[in-house]
């Protein structure tokens, strides 16, 4: 049986011309979906003909939450969430001044590689319909009693890499009947799967787009992105460049900063003189430091001089502030951990 959050406006109005109903209908199931309901009985508006045909075709599934956990530090929540086939995923709400954002998962699990992410670290297990990455806000919204307005599409998995199902929660989450979030306020993550951020350029939508580039040349990011493999430096920047050039939005680079391995002043000087007259912003991100393997974070002092390099060559740069340090915050670590204690 099909779950209801999978359903777009236009698949659910395909759904009731195929069974005869009236596809104003679909509008009106829509409205409610978001409101708290857990069944079709609920809905006032439609005819008890049609819940019960409703019903016997879809159901209402959310995944459960195993673990939740709060900062103390800055009440960041990272939730731990179990999917019907029992995989499990995780997603985090961040609060601040302007709202709250959340951090969602895409796949279970990630395939891209990168060595300095714990999603990654088993592989991808499979794709998460676009239903399943939009419980994510409901159980949140459920959970915090407060609405979410800002998304990032950064947690575990890569959005291009299921760009279907990311492409229809896209839609709803941006809708008036679903979310009604504007697409400014929501930010896509990606290692570089050009022909996917060229697919995303032509629909012209407004998301940010946010590279993880994190070396600046092809040897250096094979050496920490298997992706680099694939595609270059140029061709990504060369796909970048098609994304500003068709969105009018200026593209965000995330460089993870690596002590000892990218983060040099000479590191720096190359980022810039590599981004040079581009519409773009530098996501400055000290690394996360994980068990599986070496990578130390850069000290604060040397990000600062890192940022001021790139300040002075005309480059906006911003350190991003760490969120939920002391409930590893970071996509994948709950995940792993947890399956690790399970065994």
Request: hydrophobic share 35%; with cysteine.
């Given at each position: 049986m099909?779950?209801?959050?999978d359903l777009?406006?236009?698949?659910?109005?395909?759904w009731?011309?195929?069974?005869?109903e009236?596809?104003f209908r679909?509008?009106?199931?829509?409205?409610?979906?978001?409101?708290g309901?857990n069944?079709?009985?609920?809905?006032?508006?439609?005819?008890?003909?049609l819940?019960?045909?409703?019903?016997?075709?879809?159901k209402?599934?959310?995944?459960?939450?195993v673990?939740?956990?709060?900062?103390?530090?800055?009440?960041t929540?990272?939730i731990?969430?179990?999917?019907?086939?029992?995989?499990?995923?995780?997603?985090?709400?961040?609060?601040?001044?302007?709202?709250?954002?959340?951090c969602?998962?895409?796949?279970?699990?990630?395939?891209?590689?990168?060595?300095?992410?714990a999603?990654?670290?088993?592989?991808?297990?499979?794709?998460l319909?676009?239903?399943?990455?939009?419980?994510?806000?409901?159980?949140?919204e459920n959970?915090?009693?407060?609405?979410?307005?800002?998304?990032v599409?950064?947690?575990?998995?890569?959005?291009?890499?299921?760009?279907?199902?990311?492409?229809?929660?896209?839609e709803?989450v941006?809708?008036?009947?679903?979310?009604?979030?504007g697409q400014?306020?929501?930010?896509?993550?990606?290692?570089?799967?050009?022909?996917k951020?060229?697919d995303?350029?032509?629909?012209?939508?407004?998301?940010?787009l946010?590279?993880?580039?994190?070396?600046?040349?092809?040897?250096?990011?094979?050496?920490?992105?298997?992706?680099a493999?694939?595609?270059?430096?140029?061709?990504?920047?060369?796909?970048?460049?098609?994304?500003?050039?068709?969105?009018g939005?200026?593209v965000?680079?995330?460089?993870?900063?690596?002590?000892?391995?990218?983060?040099?002043?000479e590191?720096?000087?190359?980022?810039?003189?590599?981004?040079?007259?581009?519409?773009?912003?530098?996501?400055?991100i000290p690394?996360?430091?994980i068990?599986?393997?070496?990578?130390k974070?850069?000290?604060?002092?040397e990000v600062?001089?890192?940022?001021?390099?790139?300040?002075?060559?005309?480059?906006?740069?911003?350190?991003?502030?760490?969120?939920?340090?002391?409930?590893?915050?970071?996509?994948?670590?709950?995940?792993?951990?947890?399956?690790?204690?399970?065994?």
């Amino acid at each position: 049986m099909e779950n209801i959050y999978d359903l777009t406006l236009n698949d659910l109005k395909l759904w009731m011309k195929d069974n005869k109903e009236s596809e104003f209908r679909a509008k009106q199931v829509m409205d409610w979906l978001y409101k708290g309901i857990n069944s079709f009985n609920e809905m006032k508006n439609i005819p008890k003909s049609l819940a019960e045909k409703l019903e016997d075709n879809f159901k209402f599934y959310l995944p459960k939450v195993v673990h939740e956990y709060t900062s103390k530090a800055d009440g960041t929540k990272k939730i731990l969430l179990a999917l019907e086939d029992n995989n499990l995923i995780e997603c985090v709400i961040m609060k601040y001044k302007h709202g709250n954002s959340i951090c969602v998962s895409t796949q279970v699990g990630c395939r891209m590689g990168c060595k300095f992410c714990a999603s990654t670290l088993d592989g991808r297990v499979r794709n998460l319909s676009n239903g399943e990455i939009l419980s994510q806000l409901i159980v949140a919204e459920n959970l915090t009693k407060e609405r979410i307005s800002n998304i990032v599409l950064m947690g575990s998995g890569e959005p291009l890499d299921n760009y279907d199902n990311v492409v229809k929660f896209l839609e709803i989450v941006n809708a008036t009947y679903g979310f009604n979030i504007g697409q400014r306020h929501i930010t896509l993550s990606t290692c570089g799967i050009v022909p996917k951020i060229k697919d995303l350029a032509d629909r012209k939508m407004q998301i940010t787009l946010a590279l993880s580039l994190h070396a600046t040349t092809d040897e250096r990011r094979k050496s920490i992105m298997p992706i680099a493999n694939k595609y270059s430096l140029k061709e990504i920047l060369e796909a970048c460049r098609y994304y500003i050039d068709k969105t009018g939005r200026r593209v965000t680079f995330e460089y993870a900063l690596v002590k000892g391995v990218n983060d040099s002043l000479e590191d720096a000087r190359d980022l810039a003189r590599l981004l040079k007259g581009m519409l773009c912003h530098v996501n400055l991100i000290p690394v996360n430091e994980i068990k599986e393997n070496h990578f130390k974070k850069t000290e604060a002092e040397e990000v600062k001089a890192f940022s001021k390099v790139l300040n002075d060559y005309g480059i906006e740069a911003t350190v991003r502030r760490e969120m939920g340090s002391d409930i590893n915050a970071a996509c994948g670590q709950l995940r792993r951990s947890y399956i690790e204690t399970q065994k």
